[in-house]
């Protein structure tokens, strides 16, 4: 399951007593994600491959003064499979473990990490205590958190009339999490839930889901779902006639791949906010078509592209410090202002959140469409500042 995909090594350039901080001169990483369930197609070999090219960058034209080593595991979305391969890869003196894209997982992960030297670089998960009651000085979260998704998205459909809302919750601890942050969203913006159901992770049949929400008559239907769950629920739906019916479909946690896999004839005119597209600008745009000519020709989601921002300015702090250490490098990173095209310019908060602007996007008619990637419409930029809750004395780093 465990497997070594490339190795960097290079000459020294500092002395040696302040490499010792850098065990065996060596920085190991390890992506731990999903190869083989749900969430394989925005994870999985993407995240690994936008780790490796992070590596690459970091040591492009310039000798770096340690080697680097980067593995992987497939933790197949099972949180004690997710801590039984993180604790044998502490063993193998691994120092930071990146993606981690399942809630249960990633809070177990942060956990472990916390009494250890190493780095939990959490680029796949968007679950909310991380950064509040469960943060931890070894953590960084990356990409998304639950906030940040679904502000915009509800506060706007709220807005222009969607008022009564129904949850189809993925049965786990980030989606009942997802929902218990979407409900207060939903009635801080002056809309009411009116009921939810909660569907087992790798669902086929959603039809007795889809005919409680619909007659429930809530003006909106959310769905806090993702991977082959999101892709069988909305084909369903279209089944149903629940697509061009008044009743709005929402999706509350929607990956680039999803939305290909869905297509465009059954997801266009969805809206939703995106922690990244590829096609937003040039500096995307050209991190795509490289990422896309070493992954088959898919393009990647908002969390491989989070794998690769996460591990490069994790690097930069790495050879500030001249450590390894889990604790030594994040205070680092929160120093160190963030600035790649993917997600730069942004600031890792002192509770663990990297902050950055989000995007309020659309998905395109086929006929809007050029390729076979361009499926979103960017509506707007949304501040990071207003994407992302303020930080919350619920952490104990929150001065």
């Known amino acids: 399951?465990?497997?070594?995909?490339?190795?960097?090594?290079?000459?020294?350039?500092?002395?040696?007593?302040?490499?010792?901080?850098?065990?065996?001169?060596?920085?190991?990483?390890?992506?731990?994600?999903?190869?083989?369930?749900?969430?394989?197609?925005?994870?999985?070999?993407?995240?690994?491959?936008?780790?490796?090219?992070?590596?690459?960058?970091?040591?492009?034209?310039?000798?770096?003064?340690?080697?680097?080593?980067?593995?992987?595991?497939?933790?197949?979305?099972?949180?004690?499979?997710?801590?039984?391969?993180?604790?044998?890869?502490?063993?193998?003196?691994?120092?930071?473990?990146?993606?981690?894209?399942?809630?249960?997982?990633?809070?177990?992960?942060?956990?472990?990490?916390?009494?250890?030297?190493?780095?939990?670089?959490?680029?796949?998960?968007?679950?909310?205590?991380?950064?509040?009651?469960?943060?931890?000085?070894?953590?960084?979260?990356?990409?998304?958190?639950?906030?940040?998704?679904?502000?915009?998205?509800?506060?706007?459909?709220?807005?222009?009339?969607?008022?009564?809302?129904?949850?189809?919750?993925?049965?786990?601890?980030?989606?009942?999490?997802?929902?218990?942050?979407?409900?207060?969203?939903?009635?801080?913006?002056?809309?009411?839930?009116?009921?939810?159901?909660?569907?087992?992770?790798?669902?086929?049949?959603?039809?007795?889901?889809?005919?409680?929400?619909?007659s429930s008559g809530a003006d909106a239907i959310a769905f806090i779902t993702g991977g082959a769950d999101i892709i069988a629920a909305l084909k369903q739906a279209q089944e149903f006639g629940m697509a061009s019916s008044k009743q709005k479909l929402v999706l509350t946690f929607p990956m680039l791949q999803d939305i290909k896999a869905i297509g465009l004839d059954i997801a266009q005119r969805l809206t939703f906010t995106e922690a990244f597209y590829w096609d937003a600008d040039e500096g995307k745009r050209d991190f795509a078509k490289r990422f896309a000519a070493r992954n088959g020709g898919n393009y990647p989601s908002s969390a491989q592209a989070g794998a690769y921002s996460t591990v490069l300015h994790y690097l930069k702090a790495v050879e500030a410090t001249r450590s390894s250490d889990g604790k030594t490098v994040i205070s680092k990173m929160k120093q160190l202002p963030v600035n790649d095209p993917l997600f730069g310019p942004g600031i890792l908060r002192e509770d663990g959140r990297m902050v950055h602007d989000m995007y309020f996007v659309e998905v395109k008619k086929p006929a809007e469409s050029k390729s076979t990637w361009d499926l979103y419409k960017v509506i707007s930029k949304i501040p990071g500042d207003i994407a992302f809750r303020p930080p919350s004395k619920e952490c104990n780093l929150v001065k």
């Open 1 to 214: 399951m465990r497997k070594i995909l490339g190795v960097i090594s290079v000459g020294l350039l500092i002395p040696a007593a302040a490499i010792a901080q850098i065990a065996n001169n060596t920085v190991r990483i390890g992506v731990l994600t999903d190869m083989s369930s749900s969430y394989a197609p925005w994870t999985g070999r993407g995240s690994v491959i936008a780790t490796e090219m992070a590596v690459e960058d970091f040591k492009q034209g310039r000798s770096v003064p340690f080697k680097i080593e980067v593995r992987s595991a497939d933790f197949q979305l099972k949180p004690d499979l997710a801590v039984s391969l993180s604790k044998k890869w502490l063993d193998d003196g691994v120092n930071a473990i990146v993606d981690v894209p399942q809630g249960s997982a990633a809070l177990a992960v942060n956990s472990l990490l916390k009494g250890s030297n190493a780095a939990a670089l959490l680029s796949g998960t968007a679950h909310d205590d991380l950064t509040t009651k469960e943060c931890s000085p070894n953590t960084a979260q990356w990409t998304y958190d639950l906030t940040s998704l679904n502000r915009a998205t509800i506060g706007q459909m709220v807005k222009t009339g969607s008022k009564t809302w129904f949850f189809i919750t993925v049965d786990y601890t980030s989606g009942k999490k997802s929902e218990e942050v979407s409900r207060d969203i939903v009635s801080r913006s002056g809309g009411k839930t009116v009921g939810s159901v909660k569907e087992p992770i790798g669902t086929t049949d959603f039809s007795s889901f889809l005919l409680q929400a619909q």
